[in-house]
């Protein structure tokens, strides 16, 4: 059984010990929109679209060396848009871990102040990636960094106000440590029914997308293999949603899950839909649009 071709990535959901802190880095600094606010919980992303909820626990352990996230990468739709960003991290002296054009799309890395992942990323139109039958080598990438000069002239071409995150703006894909690049791929792949559609395993990863996309799932190794899941309560992932386009294949993913023995529990924040873990312990909610 494959996905449904119109399946794609919702929010994410971390927890966090500064909720303050982290509000104003993805408001201020990123141009998120506060959707809404109560008590331990937030919720950020565009003025129609919730892409990130944080929860507070100030006792939250840290993860250490385990599974978990690596970046969550929010897709700006232009390349306009990405240069905001870009500029925005420039003046305001954000760290950043590094840039890169990966052929499919452009991505500027950086770390929330509480070392979670992000990827800010615009896609290339799909006819110019390099893909052959469906898939995409490492070999066939691009390995150079984005032009910045070049980015940043979008803005002279159009001296527009930016006003924060467009609401075209979407989660495009998670990147996760997984401890396992077998399992993960018979949970992925062969129970999920995501393709794999980029070949990274010989490098200790494996990309995972549905509908022909580059990827919405990217799992690597590179912390060790075999490393453990993290503590009960740690700090960062809860959870990344993948939403299917009705509840039907809601339904029929679910009856899949609980043919193969994986348990599946509703979500203790209350959103709609169903809780699993994949075998390295990441919280993947599937949820009807």
Not at 29 to 54: P, S, V, Y
Request: negative net charge; glycine residues 10%; proline residues 6%.
């Amino acid at each position: 059984m494959r996905i449904h071709p119109e399946t794609r990535i919702g929010a994410v959901h971390y927890t966090v010990r500064d909720l303050n802190r982290q509000v104003d880095f993805y408001r201020d600094i990123l141009g998120f929109h506060l959707l809404w606010c109560d008590g331990d919980t937030a919720a950020l992303g565009t003025k129609t679209r919730e892409l990130l909820r944080l929860t507070e626990n100030p006792s939250a352990p840290a993860p250490g060396r385990t599974t978990g996230l690596y970046h969550t990468a929010f897709l700006v739709p232009t390349k306009w848009e990405l240069a905001h960003l870009v500029n925005r991290v420039i003046e305001t002296r954000t760290p950043v871990q590094g840039h890169s054009n990966h052929g499919t799309h452009l991505a500027l890395y950086l770390p929330d102040p509480e070392g979670n992942g992000i990827e800010l990323a615009w896609d290339f139109p799909k006819e110019q990636w390099p893909m052959k039958d469906g898939v995409i080598r490492f070999e066939d990438m691009p390995r150079e960094g984005i032009d910045l000069e070049a980015l940043l002239s979008e803005l002279d071409k159009d001296p527009s106000p930016w006003n924060g995150l467009s609401d075209e703006t979407v989660v495009g894909h998670v990147h996760l440590h997984v401890s396992h690049l077998d399992e993960t791929r018979a949970f992925y792949r062969d129970l999920l029914g995501f393709d794999i559609t980029i070949e990274g395993e010989h490098l200790g990863a494996l990309f995972f997308s549905a509908g022909g996309y580059h990827h919405h799932i990217g799992t690597n190794v590179w912390r060790g293999v075999g490393i453990p899941a993290p503590p009960e309560g740690a700090r960062g992932l809860r959870y990344f949603t993948i939403v299917l386009p009705h509840g039907g294949e809601l339904e029929r993913l679910a009856a899949r899950l609980q043919q193969a023995g994986v348990q599946a529990q509703t979500s203790e924040d209350g959103q709609q839909g169903l809780v699993v873990r994949d075998p390295a312990g990441n919280g993947v909610l599937l949820q009807a649009a």
